[in-house]
């Protein structure tokens, strides 16, 4: 590997070291242009400025009757181009401008939105900046853009999970107030995250990138939120729906991408600090500079740092505190229309783990384990009460470090090439030291009394997109490659026993795999446009999936005294024997190797100028989920091993328009879709920790429909909702596969024990949901402004999950309930901006009306608070399968001062 490495790293490094800076005559250079509005109608009277970043003189001229401008600087060392226009954003643009140089620069002007913030930086090489209205309007997916002010509407302390929540078609479900704990994610009924809960069968079906570069584990198709802990670090936030087209995809990219956005770097010399304090002991700080352009080279360092209590509280006073911290640094290096880009990026994120409430009482299940004593309920103990130290303890972490290189060269007029090639590592840990529920037995104590969980993995890929422009298309071709490292270290272990985060002990339960995983992809994508308004883009791809993986279970632990480990595997008999330790690895070691096409259209006719209709047909194939446990192959046959496949169809229409009346910076879009999900290796994970393997297929269809509009100067109006109903076509439990398909009843006849659930609704999709926001600017004395905000959330019903599900009154197997749903739950959030000269104060507060509101419910089957599946007779069955939950947050408040210079 480290030969494949050189030959991809070495000549990378001489790529990015051979950019330089030239050298410069002094002769003077001209920029010149034309300032249009988004609906091309030419500005007249703009102010045009042109500054030498390094003297900072400046020279300036106002746009003509036909919007045109020209200026000659003697000196263009470091350009920034600024227009101004009153009632219009400002518009800035880093140069790289050369001696003797005539550059052309058009510019286009937004009229300004209700928000303090009203420069726009112009795509200069090497940025990444927001996609404008008009982008989104053009392209033939299906994109929502998250901005600040919808990101502010989730709260200051909330991480990059919780920000997706306005997005159409998105949930988000949790155990914490704060992004230094974990989340579930959802969008158009498929998942990505691990909030410590199971049920979710659709799950890491959704690509997650930052700044471009996949961050999510490729072995387990894990991306743990709580690696973007800081919102104050991210400008925006992306969700394409579906799989997009096939330059822009990755190796999880089934359902859709979220792309998160890091604060970039400025042309002009800026710093920013905001504080917070609020409910629950909160306090954060995220503090951001750029010292601006300098031959070439801009830059961004930001890091940000939070801890606090969660709004849950055990009886003997604990909190269940959290804390988290993450930084980031990027640099650009601009020249001739081509750029080099640096980045790097890590954090940290810990928190104790509330555990999960039955919603009613239960007289098996106490605050201390103990029968008689006080029960363990959101009835009896508190709505928002949790376990005591002492009955509960468990302290979760997640750490990504990233670095990335990118080079986007300009080959000729026609042709550029870009480049990027990344490192990165995750490392989780689960520390658990009290669990008076798990396994009571043992005449010496607990023999799996604690758990160290410490998987870890790293990862190296590079990507490379090479794009010919012609007159009536744009072809791009390239590919990827990537190599990872995963390891599922876990030890279940009781101290009592000789146990410990090393050591086994009899009764203990271990798992140590190591998974090398590569992903590749070769893809062709043609963007036809034979008239401006029309543009057909056919994709194909070539994609490929290969792990291979061995047991390192006696290498990784010590044995205690009477531990023997077991040489059995899960999934069949491959001989061997049953010690006193259960092993959860992968067995015997393999190396597994699939590949497959996937084909895709698209097409966009923009019939009016404000009009643009869509519509295409996308496939994406994945590899199983190995799991953030043991692994896929723990409990699956590698010869059954298949890649799974989902088919998406869309159609919908955009109306954009900019300047006209109510309709200012106005955006609508509604998308009908329709995906079916094909060879789902349904593995669903138990809140225990339990692995139950189930094949099937499911479909999802609905319609996301989402607006934006500033129908006066000063007011800002967002949207976004989602109807939706998904179900499974086939959900095989126990079957045989007969040409691929998993099925209860092949040619040979019915499979004993073998249960189908075709036609069950999927767990954690809600019906609808729905979301409205405002922000109104007041300017209330000549020097002070107010700002105030509200946001408005609405989450519809959605089945759950059912841990027991019952034949003949015995639970058989976990699968979808079909008839037991959540509770629908709405609310409200409101805010105050208050800006003044360098400064804002910001007063945020959540569910204002303090709704009492479950946001994750699940069926027990009794395995987590160690109670029997089955009632006993003359028992009432009530107390063994049983409603358990995650509550929302209470009404929270929260205080913040920000500064920029």
């Known amino acids: 590997m480290s030969r494949l490495w050189k030959k991809i790293l070495y000549p990378l490094l001489l790529v990015l070291l051979a950019g330089g800076t030239p050298l410069f005559a002094a002769e003077p250079a001209t920029v010149r242009g034309t300032v249009v509005n988004t609906q091309g109608n030419v500005i007249a009277g703009a102010q045009v400025t042109l500054t030498n970043t390094m003297t900072e003189k400046s020279f300036s001229a106002t746009t003509g009757q036909d919007g045109s401008y020209s200026i000659t600087v003697p000196n263009p060392d470091g350009s920034m181009l600024t227009i101004v226009k009153d009632g219009f954003a400002t518009y800035s643009q880093a140069l790289d401008l050369h001696s003797g140089q005539m550059l052309d620069v058009d510019a286009k002007l937004e009229v300004q939105k209700a928000s303090q913030t009203v420069t726009v930086h112009a795509a200069t090489p090497g940025l990444t900046p927001a996609p404008t209205q008009q982008q989104v309007f053009d392209t033939a997916q299906s994109v929502r853009v998250i901005d600040r002010q919808q990101m502010d509407m989730a709260g200051p302390v909330a991480g990059g999970a919780q920000v997706l929540s306005t997005a159409p078609g998105a949930i988000v479900t949790g155990y914490g107030n704060t992004g230094a704990t974990k989340y579930t994610i959802t969008v158009n009924g498929l998942n990505q995250g691990w909030g410590g809960y199971g049920g979710y069968t659709g799950g890491a079906s959704l690509q997650i990138t930052l700044d471009g570069i996949p961050i999510v584990d490729p072995a387990t198709s894990l991306w743990p939120s709580a690696t973007i802990p800081e919102n104050g670090l991210i400008q925006n936030v992306n969700v394409t729906y579906g799989p997009g087209a096939a ?269 090398d995983q590569t992903d590749f992809a070769l893809f062709l994508q043609d963007d036809i446009h034979p008239i401006a308004a029309v543009h057909i883009t056919p994709c194909i791809s070539y994609v490929g999936f290969a792990s291979s993986f061995y047991n390192a279970v006696q290498q990784d632990f010590n044995l205690a005294a009477g531990a023997t480990l077991s040489s059995t595997c899960r999934y069949g008999n491959f001989g061997g024997t049953k010690g006193t330790v259960n092993v959860q690895d992968a067995c015997p070691s393999a190396r597994e190797n699939r590949s497959g096409v996937e084909p895709s259209i698209d097409a966009s006719v923009q019939v009016r100028p404000w009009l643009n209709v869509y519509g295409g047909f996308q496939e994406a194939l994945r590899g199983p989920a190995l799991g953030g446990g043991g692994g896929l192959f723990q409990a699956v046959d590698p010869s059954s091993y298949h890649l799974e496949r989902n088919y998406y169809s869309q159609g919908g229409f955009k109306i954009h328009t900019a300047g006209e009346g109510y309709r200012n910076n106005f955006i609508f879009g509604a998308n009908y879709y329709y995906e079916k999900f094909d060879n789902q290796e349904i593995d669903t994970t138990l809140a225990n920790g339990n692995t139950y393997d189930a094949d099937g297929s499911s479909h999802y269809k609905g319609v996301n429909i989402f607006a934006d509009d500033d129908p006066i100067h000063n007011l800002h109006l967002f949207a976004n909702a989602n109807i939706e109903a998904a179900s499974y076509d086939s959900y095989v439990t126990g079957g045989l596969f007969v040409n691929g398909v998993a099925t209860c009843n092949p040619p040979s006849g019915p499979v004993a024990g073998c249960l189908d659930f075709a036609g069950y609704p999927v767990s954690y999709v809600p019906t609808s949901t729905f979301n409205l926001g405002a922000a109104y600017l007041i300017q209330a004395a000549p020097k002070l402004a107010l700002q105030p905000t509200a946001a408005l959330q609405f989450v519809g019903s959605q089945h759950v999950f059912d841990n027991c599900a019952e034949q003949a009154g015995v639970c058989t197997s976990p699968a979808p309930s079909k008839s037991v749903t959540m509770p629908s739950y709405t609310t409200l959030n409101l805010g105050l901006k208050v800006p003044y000269k360098h400064w804002d104060v910001s007063v945020a507060a959540l569910n204002v009306f303090n709704q009492e509101y479950n946001i994750f419910e699940y069926i027990s089957a009794g395995s987590y608070f160690n109670t029997s599946s089955t009632a006993p007779a003359n028992q009432p069955q009530y107390a063994y399968d049983y409603v358990t939950a995650y509550p929302g947050a209470p009404i929270t408040a929260y205080v913040s001062v920000s500064a920029h210079f």
């Open 247 to 515: 330059a822009d995809r990755w190796y999880d990219n089934v359902g859709g991408a979220v792309e998160f956005t890091p604060l970039q770097p400025s042309a002009q010399r800026q710093a920013n600090v905001t504080a917070t304090y609020g409910s629950y002991q909160q306090k954060d700080l995220v503090a951001s500079y750029s010292p601006g352009m300098f031959k070439g080279w801009s830059t961004e360092l930001a890091g940000g740092a939070g801890k606090g209590d969660d709004f849950r509280k055990a009886s003997d006073g604990f909190k269940n505190p959290s804390k988290d911290w993450a930084a980031q640094a990027k640099a650009v290096k601009a020249f001739d229309a081509s750029s080099a880009e640096f980045g790097g990026y890590y954090s940290y994120a810990g928190g104790y783990r509330s555990q999960v409430i039955p919603i009613v009482a239960n007289p098996y299940i106490t605050i201390d384990g103990q029968t008689g004593s006080q029960q363990y309920s959101q009835k009896t103990s508190g709505y928002y009460s949790t376990l005591p130290y002492a009955s509960y303890n468990k302290y979760d972490t997640n750490q990504l470090g990233l670095i990335y290189a990118r080079q986007n060269v300009t080959l000729d007029p026609t042709t550029s090439l870009q480049n990027t090639a990344w490192y990165m590592t995750i490392i989780r840990t689960h520390a658990r030291y009290n669990d008076v529920y798990q396994d009571l037995s043992g005449a010496n104590g607990n023999q799996q009394q604690d758990e160290h969980n410490n998987p870890f993995s790293h990862t190296m890929g590079d990507k490379i997109l090479l794009t010919k422009n012609l007159p009536w298309n744009a072809i791009t071709g390239g590919g990827y490659y990537l190599h990872e490292l995963y390891n599922s270290r876990n030890n279940f272990y009781g101290p009592a026993w000789g146990g410990s985060k090393t050591t086994v002990n009899q009764g203990g339960k271990i798992r140590s795999s190591y998974f």
